[in-house]
T-cell receptor, first 108, second 114 residues
Framework: DAKTTQPNSMESNEEEPVHLPCNHS???????IHWYRQLPSQGPEYVIH???SNVNNRMASLAIAEDRKSSTLILHRATLRDAAVYYC?????????FGAGTRLTVKP | NAGVTQTPKFQVLKTGQSMTLQCAQD?????MYWYRQDPGMGLRLIYY???????DKGEVPNGYNVSRLNKREFSLRLESAAPSQTSVYFC?????????????FGPGTRLTVL
């Protein structure tokens, strides 16, 4: 199974951009790159996904390397509500394998 | 629109007891999923139902059974609970079983097996 590698934790200051990296060197051509986040004591929530091209939505941007072996989730202006565990997931179908994720701390 | 609801929110069982976790979604989604999350770890897929009338094993199915009662409801049963099944259980749903569709998660059930 294709796996992802993320830093255990990151810190950011409020209202500054945050770049959350993810390595997935064994990604296959049909794997989509998904990002979910989990706020304390809640279920995960979808953030963004992409295949080859960079993607933007109201929550974040996803930058995908040209060789697809890494990607970066970008939060343009972190708020205290963005403090969560962020999961980078490779997904072909129903099988969504969560790793340990990156715990993001946002400082006021 | 409640989204995905789970009952109960908390449960304590003794080893060997049985129980059923309930999950319902009101988004007319075809696919539903059960995950477990152990402390400090990511979620692991137990079972999923790609569409009404079908169920398939995920990564960690041992010790569990599921029933897709109808399009809205997907239950998870522990026949003989073990301490290793102490975990937080999340139900999720999606429009279709593909690599693209977003999964919507419920609030979770915290289960402790003594």
């Amino acid at each position: 199974d294709a796996k992802t590698t993320q830093p255990n934790s990151m810190e950011s200051n409020e209202e500054e951009p945050v770049h959350l990296p993810c390595n997935h060197s064994t990604i296959s051509g049909t794997d989509y790159i998904h990002w979910y986040r989990q706020l304390p004591s809640q279920g995960p929530e979808y953030v963004i996904h992409g295949l080859t091209s960079n993607v933007n939505n109201r929550m974040a941007s996803l930058a995908i390397a040209e060789d697809r072996k890494s990607s970066t989730l970008i939060l343009h202006r972190a708020t205290l509500r963005d403090a969560a565990v962020y999961y980078c997931i490779l997904r072909q179908n129903n099988d969504m394998r969560f790793g340990a994720g990156t715990r993001l701390t946002v400082k006021p | 629109n409640a989204g995905v609801t789970q009952t109960p929110k908390f449960q304590v069982l003794k080893t060997g007891q049985s129980m059923t976790l309930q999950c319902a979604q009101d988004m007319n989604h075809n696919s539903m999923y059960w995950y477990r999350q152990d402390p400090g770890m990511g979620l692991r897929l137990i079972y999923y139902s790609a569409s009404e009338g079908t169920t398939d094993k995920g990564e960690v199915p041992n010790g569990y059974n599921v029933s897709r009662l109808n399009k809205r409801e997907f239950s998870l049963r522990l026949e003989s609970a073990a301490p290793s099944q102490t975990s937080v259980y999340f139900c999720a749903s999606s429009v279709a079983p593909s690599g693209v569709e977003e999964q919507f998660f419920g609030p979770g059930t915290r289960l402790t097996v003594l």
